[in-house]
């Protein structure tokens, strides 16, 4: 997929880890990326691997998941168009604490941490925003992980389900019924809940009319309705 450095400015620009860098910035970013395409299915990284390069994704689907000591795999987070992943990369060389795995065929940005480090003692300023744009990250992971932990199941999996309902919508899913093709067991993990917990409230959803559930999909009727079970 062919792609001109303003759209990958603008693609820069979308994402909350360089939101604080000015338009002269993003462009020097921008010179360091390199488009990658990875098919559906395809392995990005193995939990283990040295971190050497973080991705920004244009188009398509992934997912990071972690291995259990018993062989179960566990969804970390799905990430769509303009969502940042092993962006600890541009700082150090630690081992990957999760596999991230394309879901579609996904088109991506790639910057090698150590062009990015170069950029960075060049530009001491972009160093600051970049620091400043994680803090704020990890803040924002710290106050859902402890509202999570709050949380009923049902509020859980009505946030989450509330979360791929306003992703679908930045693709362009329409304000009407919007397909979610995740499994239950998808969502009861990205909830950290069991999969029969999930499930029996998303029973309660489709009996409310408010859900219908398909094989590994669903389609939300009503996402403004969900809103009534979190809290």
Do not use: W
Request: proline share 1%; net charge negative.
């Amino acid at each position: 997929m062919a792609t001109t450095s303003e759209d990958t400015v603008q693609l820069l620009g979308r994402v909350p880890v360089f939101e604080a860098l000015g338009e002269d910035e993003l462009a020097r970013v921008a010179e360091v990326a390199v488009p990658r395409r990875f098919e559906a299915g395809e392995v990005i990284f193995c939990e283990g691997d040295a971190s050497d390069t973080c991705y920004i994704v244009r188009t398509g689907h992934a997912r990071a998941v972690r291995e259990h000591s018993d062989g179960r795999s566990i969804t970390l987070a799905n990430f769509g168009p303009g969502d940042i992943f092993g962006e600890l990369a541009m700082f150090d060389s630690e081992r990957r604490s999760a596999t991230v795995e394309a879901l579609d065929v996904m088109d991506a940005i790639a910057i090698l941490g150590s062009d990015m480090r170069r950029l960075l003692v060049l530009h001491s300023d972009i160093a600051v925003k970049l620091v400043i744009g994680l803090g704020r990250r990890l803040r924002e992971t710290n106050e859902r992980l402890s509202r999570q932990s709050f949380q009923t199941v049902q509020s859980r999996v009505a946030a989450v389900l509330a979360e791929l309902v306003a992703a679908a919508q930045a693709e362009g899913a329409g304000d009407g019924d919007v397909l979610i093709t995740s499994t239950q067991a998808d969502l009861a993990q990205l909830a950290g809940s069991s999969r029969e917990s999930a499930s029996r409230f998303l029973a309660v959803l489709e009996r409310a009319g408010i859900i219908t559930q398909g094989r590994g999909r669903l389609t939300v009727h009503d996402a403004a309705a969900l809103e009534r079970y979190v809290f």
